[in-house]
């Protein structure tokens, strides 16, 4: 069968290209090969290329370079992107930057022959026309990950993100839905404006829609004043509406009424404005098991649903554990990151199951490392972690328990420690420290007055120091 798909295959191994070649030829694509970046662009116009597959790490220009390259010149042309060092950051950047898909090395025959059949049936009756965003991206988020099952998140992300369609994210507790959001915001065409987290669940039931909408002087009691939403804040930006099924069915009336119009209107107003905003939404809840209990508006369901991604446990991504944990520990010695694991530890970190999932990973770690030595080890995680036996492993941990022979510091001392560990790695903020101690204010208060902890700040840094660590 003659064909006019065009294919470059670009690779500096010689047997990864002829491997690929070999496959493609097979599904009837005319091939041609480059070894590296530089040759691939001198090829450009030598055809009007349907499909380029490029490896990530070339010895030259990268895949990311060619990407970029062939994208601004050949905008109709679908790039692959071919990787043996995959990470989750690296597929949500290729797809959102307009590559078509990212794929881990080693891959097989039958899933480059998917790929080719699902190319060519897009090339044939549903031409996309694809572009390069250049769009500033905030290079501190972090999307840790090299499962397959994250990556694939990953991609999905980077595909929806340049678009103005609302996203519905959903998976439990902890599994990183403010960071997924974040990301598709920075990803956006709306990157330079303003990115509204609001946590519906937090918000009494009274006051969201003057929090979200704002309200006029008198509207209701103490409003003293004029005060605009965090609605109107995002105008041109985005809004996350975390725990959205939190909300009442009052307001999601008129929540639908706000997405359907892209205007709102003030408490106590009549007088509506439109405001911009692309709507992001996320729950830990089944939504359909919420709106066939009539808890959740099926109308608001579906307007939000537009695209929805679910978001994988830790405990369906344990290859990822390991380096979340390394991030984390890094941070709590922001100054001097010198935190490693030993290979017991590391060995119950990816046993234990993780209910509270990448939140409760990350408030373990922290308090490993504040207490450690420089190495964590399994007497410094957590008990529930230490005493987890549905898989029970080669660590003798009750061996562990009953090395009496240590000299263990007192328990005050720990904590005086910890809770400084804990509000230099949250640079003073004692919201965010009580969270991860699992505290209130006043408890956190009383903390540090009884260790005498004493937080300021240097020019290399944050700093807080308990009495019994300065000692």
Known sequence: ???????????????????????????????????SAEDAFAKLGEAKWSVVFCDVMLGGADGFAV???FKEELPETKVVLMTGHGSAAGALDATAFGAYDYLLKPFGPEELQSLSRALREQLTNRPQRLSLRSGKRDSDIDLIGRSHAFIEVMKQVGRVAATNLPVLLTGESGTGKELVAAALHQRSGRADKAFV??????????????????????????????????????????VFLDEITETTLSFQVKLLRVLQQREIRRVGSNQTRRVDVRVLAASNRDVEAEVRAGRFRND???RLNAVSIALPPLRDRR????PLAQVFADRVYSLNPTVRFSPEAVTLLERYPWPGNVRELENAVV????????????????????????????????????????EWPQLSEIEGRYVARVLQYTHGNKQAASRVLGVDRKTLDRMIKRHHIDFHRRGNGDHAVSTQEAA
Request: glycine share 10%.
């Open 67 to 69: 990407l970029r390259r």
């Open 319 to 322: 290859e990822d554990i390991p």
């Open 367 to 406: 308090r490993a490392a504040a207490m450690c030595d420089g190495i964590i080890r399994v007497q410094d995680l957590p008990e529930r972690i230490r005493g987890y036996r549905a898989e029970p492993g080669p660590t003798n941990l009750e061996e562990i328990a009953d090395a009496s022979e240590q």
């Open 1 to 35: 069968m003659e064909t006019n798909f065009q294919a470059l295959v670009i690779d500096d191994e010689p047997q990864v290209r002829e491997f690929v070649s070999a496959v493609l030829q097979g599904e009837d694509w005319a091939v041609t090969q480059s070894g």
């Open 197 to 238: 987290a609001v946590n519906c669940g937090a918000i009494p039931a009274e006051l969201i829609e003057s929090e979200l909408f704002g309200h006029t002087k008198g509207s209701f009691t103490g409003a003293d004043r004029d005060r605009c939403g965090l609605w109107e804040e995002a105008d041109g930006g985005t």
């Open 300 to 302: 608001l369901f579906y």
